[in-house]
């Protein structure tokens, strides 16, 4: 398990690479929802998503030999465009595997930082890839598999019990892989112990809510249109963390993240992913079940899509 004092050293390594992003309350998403709700702004950090913390953490504990070899990730996006744009950034050598469902303007975003890109035809081909690349000598940089990111990725749980307002009862955090609810929980855990931490999936990308009904990682069918949670299992790390720390995880439909994402526009004046859309469904679920005195937190996670995408998107679903 990730403790507070490796979050916390992380937190002191890569200060001068990262943003500490701004939380702030919401008055439109508290008029919304109901509820006193802080916005952690993550999609401001560097490359548009916290990914930018876990990736500088790993490249920064690289060894020499390491760095030589250049990195490798998998990514459904924004944790290739953090590894290509931070591994230019500190002149080491990146190959991106991303699907050919990720984000067009993702795709765009790595290939412009300087990274080799290798497109498959699905994220099950893109960790195959992956792992074979590895195996040839590249240094993987796991996007959730890895303590090394789960701690940078807690800095972001580290800013929030720092800056949000003493009375916060709950957060809501997205999960693909993991790595940031587990990095997150575990710096709450330690920081702020009376609060409760839920996940937060689309449908079509259950990898966690299908490992907590299993008792651990499973594969899972993925059919999301969310491919930045689109992971095809979680790790026996992350799943550790979860079920120890987390309360529960939240499944919502992919129309109603879009949803999401028109209402951040609209109420929190946010640009933000479905992957951060999803948050809003899943914290009316919360503060439902929580009734009075739930003061909410939400994770906004990145900002990584583009106009097209999401009025595409919306318009598929009936919402513009």
Same mark, same amino acid.
């Given at each position: 398990?990730?403790?507070?004092?490796?979050? &916390?050293?992380?937190?002191?390594?890569?200060?001068?690479?990262?943003?500490?992003?701004?939380?702030?309350?919401?008055?439109?998403?508290?008029?919304?929802?109901?509820?006193?709700?802080?916005?952690?702004?993550?999609?401001?950090?560097?490359?548009?998503?916290?990914?930018?913390?876990?990736?500088?953490?790993?490249?920064?504990?690289?060894?020499?030999?390491?760095?030589?070899?250049? %990195?490798? +990730?998998?990514?459904?996006?924004?944790?290739?465009?953090?590894? *290509?744009?931070?591994?230019?950034?500190?002149?080491?050598?990146?190959?991106?595997?991303?699907?050919?469902?990720?984000?067009?303007?993702?795709?765009?975003?790595?290939?412009?930082?300087?990274?080799?890109?290798?497109?498959?035809?699905?994220?099950?081909?893109?960790?195959?890839?992956?792992?074979?690349?590895?195996?040839?000598?590249?240094?993987?940089?796991?996007?959730?598999?890895? @303590? %090394?990111?789960?701690?940078?990725?807690?800095?972001?749980?580290?800013?929030?019990? &720092?800056?949000?307002?003493?009375?916060?009862?709950?957060?809501?955090?997205?999960?693909?892989?993991?790595?940031?609810?587990?990095?997150?929980?575990?710096?709450? +855990?330690?920081?702020? @112990?009376?609060?409760?931490?839920?996940?937060?999936?689309? &449908?079509?990308?259950?990898?966690?809510?299908?490992?907590?009904?299993?008792?651990?990682?499973?594969?899972?069918?993925?059919?999301?249109?969310?491919?930045?949670?689109?992971?095809?299992?979680?790790?026996?790390?992350?799943?550790?963390?979860?079920?120890?720390?987390?309360?529960?995880?939240?499944?919502?439909?992919?129309?109603?993240?879009?949803? !999401?994402?028109?209402?951040?526009?609209?109420?929190?004046?946010?640009? +933000?992913? @479905?992957?951060?859309?999803?948050?809003?469904?899943?914290?009316?679920?919360?503060?439902?079940?929580?009734?009075?005195? *739930?003061?909410?937190?939400?994770?906004?996670?990145?900002?990584?899509?583009?106009?097209?995408?999401?009025?595409?998107?919306?318009?598929?679903? !009936?919402?513009?």
């Amino acid at each position: 398990m990730i403790g507070i004092k490796e979050i &916390e050293a992380t937190a002191e390594r890569i200060a001068g690479h990262v943003v500490r992003t701004p939380t702030v309350p919401s008055p439109g998403l508290s008029e919304l929802l109901g509820v006193p709700v802080t916005a952690k702004l993550e999609l401001l950090q560097r490359t548009g998503s916290f990914k930018a913390r876990g990736a500088t953490a790993k490249l920064l504990s690289l060894s020499e030999a390491e760095r030589a070899a250049g %990195v490798v +990730a998998v990514s459904g996006g924004n944790h290739g465009i953090a590894l *290509a744009v931070m591994a230019a950034a500190l002149d080491v050598k990146a190959t991106v595997v991303m699907p050919r469902t990720a984000p067009a303007r993702s795709v765009a975003l790595a290939e412009r930082a300087g990274a080799q890109l290798r497109l498959t035809d699905g994220m099950d081909s893109a960790f195959a890839l992956v792992t074979r690349l590895r195996d040839e000598g590249l240094t993987l940089v796991h996007p959730f598999d890895d @303590p %090394v990111v789960i701690a940078g990725q807690g800095t972001v749980g580290l800013e929030l019990a &720092e800056d949000a307002a003493d009375d916060l009862t709950d957060v809501v955090v997205s999960i693909g892989g993991g790595g940031l609810i587990a990095g997150v929980a575990a710096a709450l +855990a330690a920081r702020r @112990p009376g609060v409760r931490v839920w996940g937060v999936e689309t &449908e079509g990308a259950e990898a966690m809510s299908g490992a907590l009904r299993a008792g651990g990682p499973v594969p899972v069918a993925l059919s999301s249109l969310v491919t930045t949670l689109s992971a095809p299992s979680v790790s026996q790390l992350t799943y550790d963390h979860v079920s120890a720390l987390v309360e529960e995880v939240l499944v919502v439909p992919d129309r109603d993240a879009v949803q !999401g994402s028109l209402d951040l526009a609209d109420h929190a004046k946010v640009w +933000a992913e @479905p992957a951060a859309g999803c948050l809003l469904p899943a914290a009316r679920q919360v503060a439902a079940r929580v009734g009075d005195g *739930a003061r909410i937190g939400l994770v906004v996670c990145g900002g990584n899509t583009a106009p097209r995408e999401l009025t595409g998107w919306a318009e598929r679903f !009936g919402l513009l």
